[in-house]
């Protein structure tokens, strides 16, 4: 997956807070081509301000039509009232046929009616809307609570001696050096997202087959312990 | 809300941890003796060293100076790889606090527990650890011997005959034919030989796209067959003929002087012979006397044979239960050994046995496929808990995400494994 190989580090909440699921994740690099389509008018990244359209970083999560300072369509001002915030479901049927969403929107422009396209654009900007924290499919805004794990779990204090023979089995992928070229990169979590992580395989909330088997045959103190491990680790 | 952890874990977890005093001979720490610096051996030696901190005297005898993958030894047929990529020096173990000695284990006194060394003179241990890969077995392709590894290269040991296998399909005339003579179970690598179908298959599509493959196969079925085949009409129409069990693929006899390989009683003139026998434990694990047939019976627990509690013998060279014979299934068990070994001897924790693996294997670019279980330690042997194939028909998108996946795996068990 190329976005996590981007961003290595990872995952503070596995529950998709939007429909679309993770492994139809988009290309950012494709979608920075797809982008040419809405320069004319947006500008996303560093230093980048409002034009035609409003400037597009920090987008997820945001409610539709909020930038102070823009002068947004009347139509979109009401959608954003009545409670459309921007996340990837939404801004996929948004772009697929702005007027869909928000009737009298003043963005011209007939919608991307490939998928994939869609998906990479949507992967694209999501990028200026991270914390690298996250994973690409949740939003950058969330955060720990978003689980249902019994707070119980979440208290348990591993052994971090357990925890680095356990770390033997990760490590014949994951590098311990925290290197990550196709494998994402699990040293220096914080114990908490580890965990949380952890059960969201076990419980197959989070896609990956080889993770959710592994996952899925470690206990509750055993998954303690592995974070507690992958947290102290030195090297 | 916070749980005392040693109060959880002792009553929760069956830790096995060795009260007995440590195991010592004579005076000095314990000696821990490695034959054989691949996929088990090297991590058995660098997992003991770095976890036992000085505390155990750690030996590796290995008597090559770089080790040559066989893992991703098919994708430098392919042109993925290029040979460097596949060498790796033994420096970091040594960093690591190993002794590493290049020389051939010639003999083990398990009496006196000693090991020969072909350069003369012994080493003592208290625990002999044997990961020694496999041989072949004489005589299984009727017309094939070692002496006839030049002619018709097995490239199931990774290094020159890799790069002998390459030159061969490098000369490979116009429109010839690459015959394989694919191995009986169990043997090293279940996929192997069909990646290399594969590999071999996209070389000759950009190479010589009218060469043939052929292979013979003493196997009605074989490892992620759906998808090797799927791949095999999808990228390479009409270039492999797989010849199962069922259509004669076991009767096979070679003659490497004229080049010919006869299955099921025909004759085909080939351009290049890919002779892949029936396998073996390495010699030196018969010559510790802890083998029964071809194989070494181990207990899953720990490693350790059947023959003898104070030899252990890892990957390949063991018949352990459920799991295939691979870099990773060796690379798993040698952890599990490393743990219990150490608690053996210095009293440290043992924890419960856990094992795993998958391999990837390629079938042409960017189309990664992948199988894999989860494993468990029972009193017969070590056992299947779960596990997952790559499906037909996935997106090409998930295929290129697995081959980037076993690009990172690769980069992360020769670092486990070497340091
Ligand atoms: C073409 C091919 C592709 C493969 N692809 C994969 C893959 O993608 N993934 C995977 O997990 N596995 C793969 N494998 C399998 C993998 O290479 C083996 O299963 C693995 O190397 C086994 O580890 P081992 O420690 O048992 O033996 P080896 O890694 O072979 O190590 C044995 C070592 O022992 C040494 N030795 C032998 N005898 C002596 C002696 N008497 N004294 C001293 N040293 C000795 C040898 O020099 C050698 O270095 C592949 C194999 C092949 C052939």
């Known amino acids: 997956m190329p976005w996590l190989r981007q961003h290595g580090i990872a995952v503070v909440a596995f529950f998709l807070a939007t429909a679309v699921a993770a492994d139809e994740f988009g290309d950012p690099a494709a979608g920075e081509k797809v982008f040419r389509k809405c320069r004319a008018c947006h500008q996303v990244g560093e230093g980048a301000k409002h034009r035609i359209g409003p400037h597009l970083n920090g987008l997820f999560g945001r409610a539709a039509a909020s930038h102070e300072g823009f002068r947004y369509s009347k139509a979109l001002a009401r959608v954003g009232d009545s409670g459309l915030e921007w996340h990837a479901d939404t801004l996929d049927d948004f772009l697929e046929n702005p007027r869909s969403l928000a009737s009298g929107t003043r963005m011209s422009f007939p919608g991307l009616k490939k998928e994939k396209d869609r998906l990479d654009l949507i992967a694209y900007l999501r990028q200026f809307s991270d914390d690298p924290a996250d994973i690409p499919e949740a939003d950058p805004t969330a955060s720990p609570v978003d689980h249902d794990l019994d707070p119980a779990i979440l208290a348990l204090e591993g052994d971090p001696e357990y925890g680095e023979y356990l770390s033997s089995e990760c490590k014949t992928c994951h590098q311990a050096s925290g290197g990550d070229d196709g494998i994402p990169s699990i040293v220096f979590w914080p114990e908490e997202d580890f965990v949380i992580a952890m059960h969201a395989y076990k419980n197959k909330k989070r896609p990956h087959p080889v993770m959710q088997m592994l996952a899925g045959r470690l206990n509750t103190e055993e998954i303690a312990a592995l974070a507690a491990y992958f947290a102290t680790l030195e090297e | 809300m916070s749980f005392n952890r040693r109060a959880f874990l002792g009553t929760s977890v069956a830790l096995t941890a060795t009260l007995a005093a440590p195991m010592v001979r004579g005076q000095g720490k314990p000696r821990v003796v490695v034959v054989g610096g691949g996929a088990g051996g090297a991590t058995a030696a660098r997992y003991l060293a770095k976890d036992s901190k000085g505390a155990i005297d750690v030996t590796l005898i290995e008597p090559t100076r770089r080790y040559y993958t066989c893992f991703f030894s098919n994708l430098y047929l392919g042109g993925f790889k290029q040979m460097e990529d596949l060498g790796h020096s033994y420096g970091g173990l040594a960093a690591s606090g190993v002794n590493v000695v290049h020389d051939w284990a010639v003999g083990v006194d398990r009496d006196a527990k000693t090991v020969s060394l072909a350069g003369g003179g012994s080493l003592p241990y208290d625990k002999l650890i044997l990961s020694p890969g496999i041989d072949f077995v004489e005589g299984a392709v009727e017309g094939w011997d070692l002496s006839a590894q030049n002619a018709m290269p097995h490239a199931y040991k990774a290094g020159s005959q890799t790069e002998l296998l390459k030159a061969q399909l490098m000369a490979m005339p116009q429109g010839g034919t690459f015959a394989m003579v694919a191995p009986p179970n169990p043997y090293r690598c279940p996929p192997g030989p069909y990646e290399r179908v594969s590999m071999v298959a996209h070389f000759l599509k950009q190479n010589n796209p009218t060469a043939k493959i052929i292979v013979a196969d003493p196997k009605p079925k074989f490892s992620k067959m759906a998808l090797f085949q799927e791949g095999w009409a999808d990228h390479y129409e009409g270039m492999v003929d797989w010849i199962g069990e069922d259509f004669g693929g076991g009767n096979v006899s070679v003659d490497p002087g004229a080049m010919t390989v006869t299955i099921d ?20 694990a018969d010559m510790a006397g802890v083998t029964d047939g071809n194989w070494a019976p181990v207990n899953a627990a720990d490693m350790s044979t059947k023959a003898d509690p104070d030899v252990y013998v890892l990957g390949d060279a063991s018949s352990q239960g459920d799991m295939p014979k691979s870099g990773f299934s060796a690379n ?46 029972t009193p017969e042997k070590i056992a299947k808990v779960d596990g997952f194939i790559s499906q037909t028909g996935e997106s090409s998108d998930l295929r290129k995400a697995t081959y980037e996946e076993s690009e990172g795996w690769y980069t992360g068990i020769t670092s486990d494994m070497l340091g």
Request: charge should be positive; aromatic fraction near 6%.
């Open chain 2, 332 to 377: 798993s068990q040698a952890k599990v050994c490393a743990n219990a070994v150490r608690g053996a001897l210095t009293g440290s924790k043992v924890f419960p046995a856990k094992f795993s693996n998958t391999c990837w294997s390629l079938i042409a670019t960017n189309d990664g496929v992948k199988v894999g279980a989860t494993y468990e330690a």
């Open chain 2, 265 to 284: 009683g025909e004759v085909t003139k080939v351009d290049v012979a890919n002779v892949i026998p029936a396998m073996k434990a390495g010699r030196i």
